[in-house]
């Protein structure tokens, strides 16, 4: 196998070209590797500056889960602190979460950032949404987003190699005109979903409002997750 390091965008299009398997920490792939055999090239981002950024309002794909600190807002922070071992998010990386697992811890944490995709076509870089970036597996570049006004991130406690845990993500957003947006990121099961709701109410009404989205279909026992997150963290941005 012949492992490419591109510099630049343009060289991580030829490699792209070229049929160069995206490879981040090979946490996943190299147990698959091993038994089915190595794809003759295959290309790391950990040499290309905008697959490296740790920026409160960006996070490359190529940035390794440990090196994820408070330069980026505490929801992204809790998600990868939260995978695996040590040894694991000291190898694993942001672009093999997102689009190469299953579980894909960081997920939750960037959709209630609303984060934005950038990803590399044949032609140029460009934008998109996560959910595109997940279903159709594109080459991640990096994330981007705006700094919420706060945010936080709820694992269930869980034993390895277990059903995955309940994962709640929660952020609040001010607009242009200075109202606030909730949006919230269940994963249930394998299943992710995320709502977004107007919150410069009351706290019950707030609650009563995602009640009637998918949330309020969860089980029991998640949505009460929910409700307390939801408190929490009105409680932090208005002093409810
Ligand atoms: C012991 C253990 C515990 C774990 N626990 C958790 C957990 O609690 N939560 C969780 O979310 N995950 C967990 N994982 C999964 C872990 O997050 C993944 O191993 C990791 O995210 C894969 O990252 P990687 O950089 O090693 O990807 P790789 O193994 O290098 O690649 C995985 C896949 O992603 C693709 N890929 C890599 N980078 C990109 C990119 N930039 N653009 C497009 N495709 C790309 C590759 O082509 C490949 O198909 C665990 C893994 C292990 C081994």
Not at 79 to 91: D, E, H, K, L
Not at 164 to 193: Q, S
């Amino acid at each position: 196998m012949l492992l490419r390091l591109p510099t630049t965008v343009s060289e991580a299009q030829e490699c792209m070209a070229e049929g160069a398997v995206p490879i981040g920490g090979a946490t996943l792939v190299w147990a698959t590797w091993q038994r089915d055999g190595f794809p003759e090239l295959a290309m790391s981002l950990r040499n290309l500056p905008e697959a490296n950024a740790v920026e409160p309002e960006a996070l490359g794909s190529a940035v390794v889960l440990h090196r994820i600190d408070d330069r980026v807002p505490e929801v992204l922070r809790r998600a990868a602190g939260s995978v695996g071992t040590g040894a694991v998010r000291r190898t694993a990386t942001v672009g093999g979460n997102l689009v190469g697992s299953s579980l894909r811890c960081l997920l939750p944490a960037a959709l209630v950032l609303d984060a934005r995709a950038t990803v590399l076509g044949p032609d140029r870089a460009y934008e998109t949404d996560l959910g595109e970036v997940v279903a159709k597996r594109h080459l991640l570049l990096g994330l981007s987003w705006r700094t919420p006004a706060a945010s936080g991130y709820h694992k269930q406690p869980a034993e390895a190699g277990g059903p995955p845990p309940l994962v709640v993500a929660t952020a609040v957003h001010a607009d242009d005109e200075g109202r606030h947006h909730l949006r919230v990121a269940v994963r249930d099961g394998y299943e992710v979903l995320g709502e977004t709701t107007a919150c410069d109410m009351d706290t019950g009404e707030v609650l009563d409002a995602l009640e009637r989205t998918d949330v309020g279909a969860l089980p029991p026992a998640a949505r009460d997750v929910v409700r307390r997150r939801v408190t929490d963290i009105l409680g932090s941005v208005t002093g409810r």
